[in-house]
């Protein structure tokens, strides 16, 4: 099964899975753009499935993969500002294959699709949001005074 959202806009895809900022409403799980800027470019940093021929410092694609417990079905959903796929396999008689992840299986046919329009261009970056700390290199948290490890 193939999903195909055609023609994602920076207005339309962020609208879908953030907003500008999470003011503490429980009842909101969204998360604040600058958040969602730091995942979708990690997202992009995936290792790739062997033999694709998109580049990834060319072709900016957001992805992630997923497989069931016991390998009966696997997924991977990927994105580009034009562009969103999401490839599901499976067995219809739910029985398990060793090979069925989603790197495997899904994430090959997911760069494939992509690769017949692939993306230039990325999303703009948030004008709001961002903080600049200095991290302790020993933690890996913001630095408190006490950290001689920044």
Known sequence: MILLLDEA???TLPK???KKTNRGDSSNTRMASASAWFTM???QKVYRPKGHTLKADTNP???KTGTSFGFRDAW???FTPKTVIGVWVGNADS???ADLTGH???APLLFDLLGIRPAKEWFRQPKEGFIQADIC???KMKASAECVHK
């Open 9 to 11: 806009t920076t207005d």
């Open 16 to 18: 879908l899975h953030w």
């Open 41 to 43: 470019n990690a997202l």
């Open 61 to 63: 694609i957001s992805w």
């Open 76 to 78: 991977s959903i990927g």
């Open 95 to 97: 029985e398990a294959r």
């Open 104 to 106: 495997k299986a899904a």
């Open 137 to 139: 290199m020993h933690s």
